[in-house]
């Protein structure tokens, strides 16, 4: 018993059907009919008009093509066979190609994080030695009874990430709240032009 044959057919093995008449038509099929993968058929008697929905689809599925095909006297009693998985349909086409472009999101997301932090290590003076920078920070502003900074990603938009510096400092108990609120504002401005980075926040005891 010869194997089963599955997908799609090359033109040759088309013509050794025909060939073979396992393929035949009233008329004899004609060399310029035979396609690279497919056979072009000819219009004959009786010709039947199938709306474009019959295809599956989100809004229908096989049983709905079974429907169709009833509504014509002379082709109800044939049977339809679909090969292939009858699950991928045009929705779950679709579907997959969604998913697909939210992993592609994700690691385009991943990547620009990654970047933000690479370049955040290699331009910033805040990456070099901790102490270097404590100890410029405390001769700019003698008050600060301590100092320290970190880094984190925020993403307003889901799309893009940005990286905050956030300085946590203490002064002096003797100074009043109001001081204290001016004194970080210069502080805040003095560490952007120090570190060459816009996104800077301060808090404060």
């Not at 090969?83 to 994700?106: C, P, Q, V």
Request: no cysteine; charged share 25%.
């Amino acid at each position: 018993m010869e194997p089963k044959i599955l997908g799609i057919l090359p033109s040759q093995a088309i013509s050794e059907l025909i060939s073979k008449r396992i393929i035949f038509a009233n008329r004899e099929i004609e060399e310029d009919q035979i396609q690279p993968a497919s056979l072009d058929l000819r219009l004959g008697k009786v010709a039947w008009r199938v709306r474009a929905s019959f295809l599956t689809g989100k809004n229908n599925d096989v049983s709905d093509l079974l429907n169709e095909l009833n509504q014509f006297e002379e082709i109800k009693s044939f049977e339809l066979i679909i090969n292939g998985n009858s699950n991928r349909s045009t929705d779950k086409i679709l579907e997959l190609y969604d998913i697909a472009l939210d992993k592609i999101e994700a690691l385009n997301y991943t990547i620009d994080s990654l970047n933000l932090v690479l370049e955040a290590t290699q331009n910033s003076k805040f990456n070099t030695n901790f102490l270097n920078v404590a100890k410029d920070v405390k001769i700019q502003f003698p008050d600060l009874k301590s100092f320290g900074y970190s880094k984190f990603l925020q993403s307003s938009d889901f799309r893009a990430t940005d990286t905050i510096y956030v300085a946590r400092v203490e002064w002096d108990s003797m100074i009043t709240d109001s001081l204290k609120l001016e004194k970080n504002k210069v502080l805040k401005t003095w560490l952007i032009e120090d570190s060459g980075f816009k996104n800077i926040e301060i808090f404060s005891n």
